[in-house]
């Protein structure tokens, strides 16, 4: 019998305090996992959100791809874009992971069942 794959939800809280439901894709998050770009993606943003540009240089993948893999892990839920505001006025997208940990369960009632660890705020650096 071919598993089935079902949205899991959890819930994320905001700098605010209240608190939001967001869906999870089960496929997309399983098919994003699958991929090695992407894992490659993933594990770059282990300590600080990135550019596309500083992705594509520190992972070693063509641009193009890191912008079709990009796309696809925000889609995910697994990436968030934010701006870094420059002084020079050239503000660019980076991108941030939104887990710290992934668990996939396998229930006989509820098929494949994806969850993600809410990841850790970032911390201010002191001016």
């Known amino acids: 019998m071919p598993a089935q794959l079902y949205r899991n939800e959890r819930t ?14 089960t496929d997309a998050v399983l098919t994003a996992l699958d991929d090695p770009d992407c894992r490659t993606l993933l594990e770059a943003t282990a300590e600080e959100p990135l ?9 070693d993948i063509p641009r193009s791809t890191t912008y079709r893999k990009v796309e696809q892990l925000t889609e995910a839920g697994l990436f968030e874009e934010r701006i870094r505001l420059s002084t020079d006025g050239k ?11 992934v668990t996939v369960s396998l229930g ?5 069942t994806v969850g993600l660890s809410e990841a850790a705020a970032p911390s201010k650096a002191a001016d």
């Open 12 to 25: 994320r809280h905001s700098n605010t305090d209240r608190s939001e439901t967001q869906t999870i894709d």
């Open 91 to 101: 503000h660019a997208s980076e991108y941030r992971r939104t887990f710290d940990d």
């Open 108 to 112: 006989e009632a509820d098929g494949i």
């Open 51 to 59: 550019t596309a540009s500083e992705l594509t240089e520190r992972c």
